[in-house]
């Protein structure tokens, strides 16, 4: 290679290839990939020379070559059907954060409901051959499971379920943060609590109702005052009315489905000059700092700790893209955030 061939070709990274480095270095191939990839016996000289070269010649290894040669790509998708990101997001981040430790990248696809694109999105991962698959949603109700005919992906579902013996379902524990928010009202006095949620087709809304009902009856007191409707601010005034009709049968709190829900409530209390958390203690689930911060007073809320189910999701993958065999339904715990509009005292009030 003549000085001016060289020159061209140094200032394109990209046209430098493993045999460059090592002609360049004075080493055969296999020596400068044993040097470039810190394995075998080369004297500390010889792999100095190497790595300088490398550098020199902004040398970067052929990754696709590199899988090819171990099996594995470094690679995991990660199929959504959440086009908003409100679950997705927090779930992708701390996924992305547990499987980056590892040197692994992550390829996110959002399929939005529909079947076909969700095929499509699959074929395109399969064809980058990645390592493993993360299924997440916007909700928990079943979904169909990916069948890859042929090929043993490992496979996690996170904020998503499918009925399958063999799959691994990881999930908030819906129940167990409702009974969080209703016990934490009934030790601050709260008696009188209503539940307002959203529509009951949803797992969550059930599952959610079943921890209410539950942390009232462990205290002798009967569930009584249940509304559902949509998950949205409008459906909570709406119900916020109903209840405060009868003052005679009047709640004095509302444990709500979802922020909006509560939102919508605690704005119907101010109109109906009903004071919270004085006269009707309220209290939310998601976390959705949006809702919570925005809330006048703020929100109380059930926090689903998607951040560690996503880092739960990349060890979980990470074990069976190993060779480990995980399956079941696993579900995280929740916890309280406690803020003003519950009533409780701001001064001492903490994060459960």
Request: with cysteine; glycine share 8%; net charge neutral.
């Amino acid at each position: 290679m003549t000085e001016n061939e060289r020159s061209a070709s140094d200032a394109d990274p990209g046209m430098h290839t493993l045999r460059d480095v090592a002609r360049r270095a004075g080493v055969s191939i296999a020596t400068a990939s044993k040097a470039l990839n810190a394995s075998g016996r080369l004297s500390a000289e010889t792999r100095a020379r190497v790595l300088e070269v490398a550098r020199a010649l902004h040398y970067r290894p052929n990754d696709l070559a590199h899988s090819l040669h171990r099996a594995r790509s470094m690679t995991v998708g990660l199929l959504s059907n959440d086009s908003f990101g409100r679950f997705a997001f927090p779930i992708a981040e701390a996924l992305e954060r547990r499987l980056f430790d590892a040197g692994i990248a992550l390829f996110m696809c959002n399929a939005t409901d529909d079947p076909e694109r969700e095929r499509r999105h699959i074929d395109q991962l399969r064809g980058k051959r990645i390592d493993g698959l993360v299924v997440t949603a916007r909700r928990t109700d079943l979904r169909a499971p990916i069948t890859l005919p042929g090929h043993a992906l490992p496979v996690v579902y996170v904020f998503s379920r499918v009925d399958s013996p063999d799959a691994l379902c990881l999930l908030p524990d819906d129940e167990g943060g409702a009974r969080l928010a209703v016990e934490h009202l009934l030790s601050l006095g709260r008696r009188r609590i209503a539940h307002v949620t959203g529509p009951e087709r949803f797992e969550a809304v059930w599952l959610r109702a079943q921890g209410w009902r539950a942390a009232l009856s462990a205290q002798a007191i009967e569930p009584e005052r249940y509304l559902t409707g949509a998950w949205s601010e409008s459906w909570g005034r709406q119900a916020a009315a109903t209840l405060l009709a009868d003052p005679a049968r009047m709640p004095d709190a509302l444990f709500c489905g979802n922020d909006q829900i509560a939102r919508g409530a605690l704005d119907q209390l101010e109109r109906m000059g009903v004071t919270a958390p004085d006269d009707v203690a309220v209290v939310g689930f998601d976390n959705w700092s949006v809702m919570t911060e925005a809330a006048r007073p703020p929100l109380t809320s059930v926090d689903m700790n998607l951040g560690a189910l996503g880092d739960e999701a990349g060890a979980a993958l990470i074990e069976m893209m190993a060779g480990a065999r995980l399956a079941g339904a696993r579900r995280l715990p929740c916890s309280l955030v406690v803020r003003a509009s519950c009533g409780a005292n701001r001064t001492t009030a903490e994060e459960t």
